[in-house]
């Protein structure tokens, strides 16, 4: 007998060895750590039971235990971490240092065994037959030593039973087994040992057949089914490690497998069964998730969820759920739409602090153009007129600016719209060479003018806007170059479906623009050579609102450049053909020009006129540039108060404003219509910016006419010439 346990003693010894050998191999991780040190301490203690067997007295025996109970003390507490962490069972590091602890000091009274009666109160040596024995009695940390070796194997088989029952994977299943085996083998030996059940017990400490046969279905475990491979290690860990959480789904529906992250998400997974109510109602929540196209949020967190199936030799063996942690994602993107919403709600203040500072400017601006033209009418002071001159100059390049910073900040809130109306192609040509080349000639440069002929005589396109390109080319070239000449040159080609390039090119020999300078052109508020520059008027926004105007159109704006010889802008916009006769010439005798001295069209005492518009000054200063008509001109500041007067009298001609605060010019007008009792003036809206369509829209609205401010005196008496009745118009002796 006592050759046979000897002979047992060395296999399991041998057996550890390897165990120890392999697990040290392959080590990674904590799985690894434990399994290394649980056979690490089975080592020990076998070696130091060898040598208790091969002891012949107290002494040496003593000596031989203390080793031996190196590794003893350790023994449960490794092969209890070791099985928690293969059954994916969290022991709180306080715990863990708390057991330590109590072995170490265990060990530490075992070291001084002959000193103190805490762990044996009492011992002595005898040889029973062969085998030499310790008689002994338990004193209070032997106890508390058996006490914790019992719990670890009742909690530790519980968690391998539970787990293999619930393992569906038939090789991680069979190596729970195998584990089972192992732990209860050495739980038995164990407590046969401790209690005494069988008369061996007496004996000797049968604990080492335990170890041995737990060591045996060890090496089966690792060996057979592959307890420390790679594969295995990536599902228990790797799988855990990821932040993703992984949820598996058999073909009837119930959760096969769940990762740690997450059963930290769904902790009803890691507690009850993976098939009952709350693990189907978790599979639902996620399906519907997906159905949406949404994220699922929880505990402050956003994962989105992503699906697949899992197919093997091509059947489907399940559903695979996987939830990605998009917090930071959300939260980014959360933080760059809040910087966006700031940045754009700077911007808008920005622009419509443009818009209305512009607009508050206009005001004044048309009071003093309109002011200052009653100076040149009635003034005949030469030297008092060319001031009232300059003041004009100045007053419309002014209004000019304005007008290009509310047509940016239009473009840049995306209001700017293209209007396509119907217009004709020469007059357009005939209007832009009027309103430039007074201009030109004030320089003393010259303008040339090549227009082709053959451009079809009625076009559809926003005429306005194709007038204010070709302007700002213009103005520009007027304003960059002080000597040679001007040429604008307007031709087209055919295109598709009834439609042509018009082509517009504005080359001067002026100053140039250098390579380097090209591409800041179009940006806002930027200008080349800004030192140079500095006394050549100018905002920077031109070419920025015309290439922007181009794009709203479909087309771009070309430009060739040679610093200091001069430069040519070109842009080609395409146009439907009304008419596709040739239009011949452009220019129309007797038009344009501004007349220097001033005659009125037409005298009406008996006419009368009401204007409507919310600031006084405006209406001063139509008063004052109708004066000499001597028309009669009732004002009114507003809505309410003008539909009184218009239903007390009767009125030839309403004008009426449309912006006003309150009551606006067309719902004015639509109650004036309600309340007109068989009278019909003729309705004429004040527009504050000229704007394609706008005739069409004031027409539709009700109105018979519109005329834009700054209200120019000469057009305004031609309007209402045309309307008033003629037994009313008194003819002067030279009108028209
Ligand atoms: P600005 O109000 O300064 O004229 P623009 O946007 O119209 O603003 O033009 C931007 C810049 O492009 C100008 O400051 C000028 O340096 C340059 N530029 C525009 N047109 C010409 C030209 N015909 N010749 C030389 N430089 C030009």
Known sequence: MYNFVIGLVYFTIVGLFVECWVSLSKWNGRLHSYLFFSCVTNLVYSVGFLLQLRSGDQVSYVVAMKLGYLGRVWIGLALFLLVMELCQIHIPIVLKSVLVATHGFIYYLIINIEDNRLYYKYMEFVMDGDFPRLLHSGGIFYYVQTGLMLAYALIGISAVVITFIREKYLVAKKRYLMMSFAMFSIAISYIMYIFKLIPLAYTFDLTIFGFAIGTFFMLIAIFRYRMLDAETLARNYVVDELSEGIIVVDPEGKIAYCNKPAQR???????????????????????????????IRMNDRIFTPRVNSLMQNGTNVGTIFVLVDDSEHYRYMDELREQKEIADEANKAKSQFLANMSHEIRTPIN?????????????????IKEYADDIQTSGRTLLTLINDILDFTKVEEGKMEIVPVQYEPGPLTNDIVNMISGRISQKGLV??????????????????????????????????????????????????GGRIMLKFSVADTGIGIKPEDMDELFSPFMRAEENKNRSIEGTGLGLSITKRLLELMGSDIHIKSEYGIGSEFSFAVEQEVLNAEPVGDYSRKGEGGRKRTYKELFHAPDARILVVDDIKMNLTVITKLLMRTEIKIDTALSGPEAIKMSEDNEYDIIFIDHLMPDMDGIETLKRMKEKEKGKSPVYVALTANAISGAREMYLDAGFTDYISKPVEGERLEKLIKGYLPAEKLLDTPDSV
């Not at 098939?275 to 996620?286: D, H, L, Q, V």
């Not at 170059?481 to 031709?491: D, F, N, Q, R, W």
């Open 447 to 496: 303008l040339n003018v090549s227009f082709d002929k053959n451009i079809p005589r009625l076009l559809k396109g926003d005429e306005i806007r194709i007038k204010q390109c070709v302007m700002n080319l213009l103005t520009n070239a007027v304003k960059y170059t002080e000597k040679g000449s001007i040429t604008l040159t307007v031709g087209f080609s055919e295109a598709d």
């Open 367 to 383: 009071a003093i153009l309109g002011m200052d033209e009653m100076i040149l009418r009635d003034c005949n002071e030469k030297e």
């Open 265 to 295: 998400l769904f902790p009803e997974l890691s507690q009850g069964s993976l098939a009952g109510k709350e693990a189907y109602n978790i599979i639902e929540r996620i399906r519907f998730a997906l159905y949406c196209d949404e994220p």
